[in-house]
């Protein structure tokens, strides 16, 4: 069974630094695009920034210049450098990765983590 679990997430004051982290493991076959989706108090679900298989980087503009999307393929991991958090920052964050199970080695399927809170206050 494919897991993705994050971690990394805390409070931090404004303008400070943090670094999620998700790993996936399980019975993969191959993983591509992998993301960061964040979800405000009361709002929905938002992309925050994605990375291909072969490293290819998008950003929303809410954290272009402040986040850094990087990943490892040989660990099956992806990471966020976030920086110069601000107080609308404030979410959960979710790690997302299209992944091929070994049983079907066939279409990429969504998966999700559970989730890491980020708080950004002082």
């Known amino acids: 069974q494919v897991q993705l679990v994050e971690s990394g997430g805390g409070l931090v004051q404004p303008g400070g630094s943090l670094k999620l982290s998700c790993l996936a493991s399980?019975?993969?076959?191959?993983?591509?695009?992998m993301a960061w989706y964040r979800q405000l108090p009361g709002k929905e679900r938002e992309l925050v920034a994605d990375?291909?298989?072969?490293?290819?980087?998008n950003y929303a503009d809410f954290v272009k210049g402040r986040f850094t999307i990087s990943r490892d393929n040989a660990k099956m991991s992806v990471s966020l450098q976030m920086g110069s958090l601000k107080p609308e920052d404030t979410a959960v964050y979710y790690c997302?990765?299209?992944?091929?199970?070994?049983?079907?080695?066939?279409?990429?399927?969504?998966?999700w983590g559970k989730g890491t809170p980020v708080t950004v206050s002082s």
């Open positions: 399980g019975n993969i076959f191959s993983v591509h695009t």
């Open positions: 997302h990765a299209d992944i091929v199970e070994a049983w079907t080695k066939n279409i990429p399927m969504p998966f």
């Open positions: 990375i291909t298989d072969y490293g290819s980087a």
